[in-house]
């Protein structure tokens, strides 16, 4: 519903009814005289109304021009209290970040967050670990700024950046016979008990593809849908898995899991940086996409 009385004029009116002077009231709006005076009697045609009487060189409300003061002030504080709220909003906005990764993306966001934090104050970082089916989805719906999967996704609706490259390795427990093995061949697996991904991840995609489906009548002894829990499980021998060498770079070092390189088996993969192809989130998350892009060049 179209209303008389607009934001404008109501903080032109109660500058001058509190200043009572339509000069101060132009200053202190930093605007000039004429306008304030055609707010006011913009106003007063518009009702048939005189709201104020002027006394040597001050302008003193009427009883309409009180009554309507009361409400203005009422008013001007309700916007100044919405103005806050939006500054507010904005300058959280600026400094949140919202990402959604999947397991592997662990390995190496909290490296380019240590380093992106040296350079911003205040931030206010949430995570979400996930499958990559959700980080698309979350993505897409713009729950979340960036999202980072172990594989290019096939929708259009997505930026890609290729930010590092990762590659599965073949992690046997340290006395595993294999562990003294300089390289493997695929054929001598065959009555290993493997240890696996759930079907949905990314993993368990690439080793199906390029590995279990060649060998159908593989074992897979154990399926868990937790990268900690198959280190876990591997390092007890309850089995042997292809774990990115990502994740099993502490093991590796401490020398809790071997890594066996098997032969003619290319299992490297793109680490993908996701952005939405038609939104974007926070200032801030433009920022720190930019600064992931310039560490992968």
Known sequence: MKTALT?????????????QSVTRAAEELETSQPYVSKQIAAIEEQFNVQLFSRVGCRLYPTRPGEMLHQHTKVMIESLKNAED?????????RKRLRIATTTTGMYMLPEWLADFNGKVTDM???????????????????????????????????????V???????????DH????????????LSKERFIVREPESASRALTEKRVFQKHPDW???????QIDAIKSSVEEGLGISFISKRAIDRELKSGMLAMVP???????????MLTNSHKFGSKIAVHLAKHIVNRAL
Do not use: Y
């Open 177 to 188: 016979p294999l562990a003294a093995r300089s390289t493997v061949r695929l054929d001598e």
């Open 262 to 272: 098997v032969a003619g088996v290319d299992l490297r993969r793109p680490i993908c």
């Open 219 to 225: 074992r897979l002894r154990l399926q868990i849908n």
């Open 85 to 93: 709220m939006l500054l507010s909003t904005a300058s959280l906005s």
């Open 124 to 162: 206010e970082t949430t995570i979400l670990v996930t499958s990559g089916d959700e980080v698309e989805q979350r993505v897409l719906s713009g729950d979340v700024d960036l999202g980072f999967v172990a594989h290019r996704p096939r929708s259009r609706g997505f930026v890609v950046s290729v």
């Open 7 to 19: 934001a404008t004029n109501v903080r032109v009116f109660e500058a001058v009814a509190r200043l």
């Open 164 to 174: 590092a490259e990762d590659s599965l390795a073949l992690a046997v427990q340290k």
